[in-house]
């Protein structure tokens, strides 16, 4: 059972609880699409703030966009060098 003091010691840590309008500006998806991807697991569940409020910690909404910047950059493809075409200095008639 969780006691007191690991309240308190959340609470010292300046946690934030950041409304659906601010979720929806920070990671620019829409209302349905974030209950969306609650829904499919892939996004933080929101907390029951009371009978007809919810709300997201600011710390898990700044995971979920730093997990997908990093999901890019594993996908993204690595560039890739092309070397010139080396040229024939002697071309061969067409006709020969």
Same mark, same amino acid.
């Given at each position: 059972m969780t006691?007191?003091?690991d309240y308190q010691s959340a609470v010292s840590k300046n946690i934030r609880i950041l409304?659906?309008?601010?979720v929806i500006e920070r990671v620019g998806l829409k209302r349905a699409s974030i209950y969306s991807h609650i829904a499919q697991?892939?996004?933080p *569940? !929101?907390?029951s703030l009371g009978a007809r409020a919810v709300g997201w910690l600011e710390s898990e909404i700044d995971?979920?966009?730093a997990l997908r910047i990093a999901a890019r950059e594993v996908c993204l493809p *690595? !560039?890739?060098t092309v070397s010139p075409r080396p040229?024939?200095?002697i071309r061969e008639p067409l006709d020969a």
């Open positions: 006691d007191f003091t409304r659906l309008p601010d697991g892939s996004f *569940k !929101p907390i995971a979920w966009i *690595k !560039p890739v040229s024939n200095p």
